[in-house]
């Protein structure tokens, strides 16, 4: 459409975009020309352009092809441009220039104290986490490392009669987390601790453990896109191989679930070494129909039985 990344808020109307139809083919242009890495939740010019433009226009994500043709205001012209060029500029993701992120179907708050939320576990949790977790309806459950509180709230969510812990070490992301439990009014059902993995707790028991902890070996996190750079560097390296936390948390999970309770655990792109350092485990590998690899499950069963594995 001739539209450049330069161009401002001030320049003549013809040459910016005037309809939401223009605006969403001027973002994915100038996003796909550009260096930006997507995986921020999206993973693609053409969506992430769909929740910029859409944000500015107050639409909902969901829009159909009529408010194509619907005009934009210069304010929220002024705001897309603002917003793009900080995103191409800055290498900014786009939650956090928004300060907000979709997770299992639900709007989060979402800014630099805590990492966007992008976990798979999304797609367990939406389908109640069969076959996986075969016991009665969850009634405890735990969100370990629970940064900005995305998985543990979207179960909550989900599970209307279950009571959901939120444990994270990290002061600033609990803080977050709590906006999140009152922009989804789960204050009744969510409890919010500051802890070093298990250490604020006692004698609880959960059915349910999951934990996407920080799992990025050294060599990546060296590697990573310049996105990842605006994310905590704590929330996300964990190592050399990036399991001291996993390791840790495989060692105290099997005391804290009840005996037909499961652990799932995100380890992404650190499988292979996980796979490694227990070979004798049977880990069971979850394949996502809509993306994402490195989470596995084990039954409070199989911790106990090779516990003797965590300590080696």
Known sequence: MGYTCTMTATESSHEQPRTVGEALQ?????????????????????????????????LPLESDDSVLRQPLSNKAV????????????????????LHRAWFAGLEFCCDQRAII??????????????PWYSGDSPKRILDLCCG??????????????????????????LALARENVVL???EDRVTIRESDLFAALRDERYDLILSNPPYV???????????????????????????????????????FLHDDGVLIVEVGNSWPALEDAYPQVPFTWI??????????????????????????
């Open 26 to 58: 001027y973002c994915s242009e100038v996003l796909e020309k550009s260096a930006v890495h997507f995986g921020h939740g999206t993973d693609n010019a053409w969506d992430e352009a769909a929740q910029l433009v859409f944000f500015v226009a107050e």
């Open 78 to 97: 002024a705001r897309l441009l603002s917003y793009l060029d900080q995103r191409v500029t800055q290498k900014l993701p786009l939650p956090y220039l």
């Open 117 to 130: 939320p992008r976990s798979p576990i999304a797609e367990l949790i939406l389908g109640d986490f069969q």
């Open 148 to 173: 900005g509180g995305c998985i543990g709230l979207a179960v909550a969510h989900y599970f209307p009669d279950a009571h959901v812990d939120l444990l994270d070490i990290d002061s600033a992301a």
């Open 184 to 186: 989804l009014g789960l």
């Open 217 to 255: 070996d050294a060599a990546d996190l060296a590697s990573m896109p310049a996105e990842y750079n605006h994310e905590p560097e704590r929330a996300l390296g964990s190592g050399e191989d990036g399991l001291d936390l996993t390791r840790r948390i495989l060692r105290s999970a099997g005391a």
């Open 287 to 312: 394949e996502f129909e809509h993306g994402g690899e490195g989470v596995f499950t084990l039954t409070a069963r199989e911790l106990r039985e090779y516990s003797t594995s965590w300590h080696e």
